[in-house]
């Protein structure tokens, strides 16, 4: 499972022709960088829902 690092969406788009580039369809963002499974995903989850308010 992949999260995006801006917004922890998993609705990440992979876009390998581009360069090994990710890109989140909830919030925009695209790079290379992305969290990959369970250890990030609590953080992750806490961020989206401090923005989500
Ligand atoms: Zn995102």
Known sequence: ????PR???KNL??????GEIYKCRDCGYRGALIVED???AD???AIKKKSSK
């Open 1 to 4: 499972m992949k999260f995006c």
């Open 7 to 9: 917004c922890g969406s």
């Open 13 to 18: 788009n992979y876009m390998p022709w581009l």
């Open 38 to 40: 369970g250890e990030f």
């Open 43 to 45: 953080a992750i989850d």
